[in-house]
Each structure stands twice: as C-alpha cells, then as structure tokens.
C-alpha cells in the first residue's frame, strides 16, 4: 500500500511539472510611412500611354485605392485638369506600369504630366508629378552628336508624320528656321549645323508643328549638338616676327563658352583673333611653325607650316658711310626686332661681334669693334632669320689733317679738319687737359674745340674718340694750340651806387671770378664782356677795386670805381 501511494504522488508531481505556460506577445502598429515613386512612362504615341510607377514600402494601413492621376493645361487657361485611373484596392510592392487608351481631351494640351498614388484608410500618398514623354515620333536616340558649324547632320527615325508639316529650330526659342531634308524613304532627316552657333554652345534641335505649335504634336525635339569651333587655314602663312596673325573660323565669334586652342609648335593659347606672333612663338624660336587648333574633340595641324618673313640684303642702308675702328654709326630700312627676338640675335662686322640697338625713329645705331681698316657687310644670326646686308661699312683710323685759329683766350674756338664722323663722340687734350668740343659746330670733317681754362702756354694737341664699353681711342697729332693768358682791360661805368650793374671788358675773362672790393660777386652774363650788378647791402663809399682771380692768379683792373 505504502508503494502504491509513493509511485501516485510521482506521478502528480510529473503532470504538475508539464503544465503548459501561454505567452502573450503584444502587436506593435507599423509607423513608417508607405513610400512611392512616378517612373518616367514607358511609351507614349497617339494610340496609347504607358504609366509607369513604383511602390516601394507598404506598411500594415489598409489600401483603399491606388493608381495614376494625368494632369494636363491648356495655354492661356491656368486651370489644372485631371483624370484619375484606378487600379483598385490589391498593391503589392514593386514596378507597377498601366497602359491606357490615348485619350482625345489632352491632344491640344500644352502641359501633360501624371503621377502614381495610393490611398489607404490613413492617408493619401502621391509620387512626383512627371512629364509624359511622347513617341509619336520614332528617332534614333543613340548618341548626341559633336559637330562645328556648316558640317551636315543626319538623324535615322521614322519621319512619316513630319515631313513637310514641322519647321526646325536650333534652340526652343530660337527665331531663324533652319532648312531640313527627310530622305526619300521617310528614315533620315538631314540639316546644316546654323554658321551662327558658337563653341562650347549645346544646340538642342526641335521641330515645331505649323499647324499646331501646342499640343502632343506640337514639337519634336532631335538629339542635341555639341558645338566645337573649326579654324580655318590662313589665308597667308609668311609673317614678320613682330606682326599679328588673324585667326578666323567658324563659330569663333563672340564669346566662347569653353576653351578653344591655337597650337602653334609646341605651344597652346587660348583662341583670339588676333595673336602676336612673337606671343605664338615663345620660348621655342625657329624659322617656321606648324599651326593648329584643339578644339575640346580634335587636334587638327594645317599641312603648311607658319614661316618668320626673312630680312632683305638690300633693305639696310648705312646711315653714315665710314666709322673709326671701335666706333659707332647708323643705319636705316632694315629694324631687326622685327624679324626675331632682340635677346637671340647676335651681330659681327669684320668677323668681330658687335653691337645693334633699334630705334623707333628708324635711324639704328651699331658699334663695331677694333677690327683693320676695310669695307664690311653687318651680319646678323638668329634662331629666326640669318643676315648678312649688301651695303658695306668703310672702316677707318681718325686722321686729323689741318688745324685752324690755334691761338686764343679760353673759350675760344680752335677748328680741326679730318675724317671726322658726326654722332661719333670725340675727344681732344691740350697736353694732359680736357678740351671741351662745341656740339653745334660738330659736322662731317670737322670739330670745334673750346679752349678750356688753363695757364697759358703752348700744348700739343691729342684727338680721339670714346668707343666700345667706353674705351677711348686717342693719339697725338703734330699740332700745338698756344692759350693766351686772360686780358682785363676796362670797366664801365666807372662810378655809381649799391644796385647798379657794372660791365667787364677784356678776352677771355669769362673763368674768372670777379671780386667787387674784396667781395666775391657773381657773374649774370656776357663772355668778353661780362655783367654784374653792386651789392645792395653795401654800406662803404668811396674808391674800390674790380679784380679777376683765374686759379690762382689775379689780373687787376687798371683803374678804381667810385661808390657814392
């Protein structure tokens, strides 16, 4: 009995252990919001429009309805219109297209769109309003075209509905027709790119109804162009150095929405049309280029080749017909930065180097160097041109060969004849003195020389020239000038008061410094006659004394003037 009891209450306790636990999970409502999109329609012609939408999230609201809405306006009337077209209450998440019948109401419309929607017991959810993309036309849309102005273009399609019903534009709102060719079996439409259009433009082609310039069948827009500018080949290829090139092409007028390139040698500038030559040509200087462009799609090089105009051997004249050995001169009708980069050119006479500077007044300056005597032709070298002028330079020694009036008074003139060149800047010494030279009197054979304020004597005479970096070329002749000592021989008038003016009369005073009593005064004119006017602040009266001081010699005035 006692085991009987013991297995009964296992067995209770086994079914007590397996007693089955219920657990209750609470639902927790969906709170995100149902997503859709309008998709761009699949096809749309005169026959039938193809809806095109996509249903992208569902959540647990109850759908009532869904479908697509197509919105159209006429012109002129603001008023929106619509047409639903439903699809009813069963969704799933997804693409969704709908296909209707075309209907006749939006044939004259100038706005046509449509959207996709649902509607649940919550709320209404719409997509994007979308354009309806019409294909009443069948045109090859495979690549848009790049093309320049005057290049002809041809469109594959079905052009059975626009021939000889639709005008073409370049641009919606473009007002000049272009003129277009459909062929004979209705499959292509050929026009010319408009000579008006410019580079870096993007010209979208439409064909307007002429009937109809609203409404489905109101245009038809053609794959669009990518205008890139053609240069054309110059009309001269010989240029000087220092001249413009005019760059003319089509559709390079105006401004330019994007780059477009010259590519002259090695180089690549932004288009003008106008360009220096010298500008094309830097850093790679060279007798001929070839000349180019890029256009953003091509490169394109012109088979003939931009050519530096070369200098004449006849054009140089020399401005003087002789120089001294490392002197310098002239010449005229040849500018040699013309033709070539001035830092470039190098220069010789008589196989020596030498030196040109170009002047805007047309009248150059060389200098030569040290070289013999002889008749020389200029050379020039240069990246750009090689020169060598058919007149020829005389090149000759400084020969003084007579001198005149060779004894005076300080400044006083002495004239030497010889070989001597005008623009040549000569020198002359009286023994180890300078000796100024008169500027009005220097011509063709011959000089004038002052004769400077120096002890009298007699000197031996020295003629040359400064040359080449400055060097003097100098030598003695066998000339002497004898210098006169200075004369004061009179004064006029020979009394007056302070503020008067009192004249100096004698030869070659006009170095010396005047003293008025003791007191210097200074010289205001005159040369053997000299000027100068009585101190006002002087208070003596009586005799006074006019002395001239040359260095550090006086010369006495021979009477005394009287100060009342």
Not at 161 to 170: F, G, P, R
Not at 258 to 270: A, W
Not at 483 to 510: M, R, S
């Amino acid at each position: 009995m006692k085991g009987i009891l013991i297995s009964y209450l296992a067995c209770l306790c086994f079914f007590v252990s397996c007693k089955k636990v219920e657990k209750i999970v609470e639902t927790v409502p969906d709170s995100k919001a149902i997503q859709i999109e309008t998709l761009i329609n699949e096809n749309a012609d005169e026959s039938s429009i193809t809806f095109s939408g996509r249903l992208l999230y569902l959540n647990d609201e109850t759908i009532l309805d869904h479908g697509f809405v197509l919105e159209y306006e006429y012109q002129n009337n603001v008023e929106k219109k619509e047409i639903r077209y439903s699809l009813g209450n069963k969704a799933i998440t997804g693409k969704i297209n709908h296909t209707i019948k075309f209907p006749a109401e939006i044939e004259n419309a100038t706005l046509i769109k449509y959207y996709y929607y649902v509607k649940t017991d919550k709320d209404l959810y719409r997509g994007e309003s979308t354009s309806v993309a019409f294909n009443w036309y069948d045109i090859e849309y495979n690549n848009d075209f790049t093309a320049s102005p005057n290049d002809k273009i041809t469109i594959n399609g079905d052009f059975k509905k626009i021939k000889d019903k639709y005008t073409l534009y370049a641009n919606y709102d473009s007002k000049e027709e272009i003129p277009f060719t459909v062929g004979n079996d209705l499959n292509t439409l050929t026009y010319t790119i408009p000579t008006d259009q410019i580079h870096g433009n993007t010209m979208n082609p439409i064909l307007l109804n002429k009937s109809h310039a609203t409404g489905v069948y109101g245009s038809a827009s053609l794959p669009s162009v990518k205008i890139v500018g053609k240069l054309e080949e110059p009309t001269n290829y010989s240029y000087m150095y220092s001249e413009k090139i005019t760059l003319k092409g089509l559709g390079l007028s105006g401004t330019l929405k994007e780059p477009f390139y010259i590519l002259f040698g090695n180089n690549s500038l932004p288009y003008q049309p106008e360009m220096d030559l010298s500008t094309l040509a830097y850093k790679q200087p060279a007798k001929s280029y070839k000349l180019g462009y890029f256009n953003g799609k091509d490169s394109v090089f012109f088979k003939q080749k931009i050519t530096v105009k070369q200098p004449l051997a006849n054009a140089l004249q020399f401005y003087v017909a002789e120089v001294h050995p490392g002197s310098s001169g002239t010449f005229i009708g040849l500018d040699f930065s013309q033709y070539g980069e001035s830092d470039l050119t190098t220069y010789s006479v008589g196989n020596k180097p030498a030196y040109v500077r170009s002047n805007w007044t047309g009248i150059h300056e060389f200098t030569i160097d040290n070289i013999p005597e002889g008749e020389y032709p200029l050379s020039a070298t240069s990246p750009f041109f090689t020169y060598t002028s058919q007149a020829k330079i005389k090149v000759k020694k400084l020969r003084p060969t007579t001198i005149a009036q060779n004894r005076g008074y300080y400044d006083h003139l002495v004239k030497i004849t010889g070989n001597f060149r005008a623009g040549i800047p000569y020198l002359v010494k009286l023994g180890n003195h300078d000796a100024g030279i008169s500027s009005q009197s220097l011509r063709d054979g011959q000089i004038n020389v002052l004769i400077p304020p120096i002890p009298a004597g007699t000197y031996p005479v020295s003629v040359g020239y400064r040359g080449k970096d400055d060097q003097e070329y100098i030598s003695k002749t066998n000339f002497n000038v004898e210098v006169l000592a200075p004369e004061f021989t009179d004064f006029y008038p020979k009394k007056g008061k302070a503020g008067d003016q009192i004249t100096l009369v004698g030869k070659g005073i006009y170095y010396g410094m005047i003293y008025f009593g003791g007191r210097l005064v200074w010289r205001e004119s005159g040369f053997d006659e000299i000027k100068f006017t009585i101190p006002r602040d002087i208070q003596f009266k009586g005799k006074i004394e006019i002395n001239l001081l040359f260095g550090d010699k006086w010369i006495k005035g021979k009477e005394t003037f009287e100060l009342i």
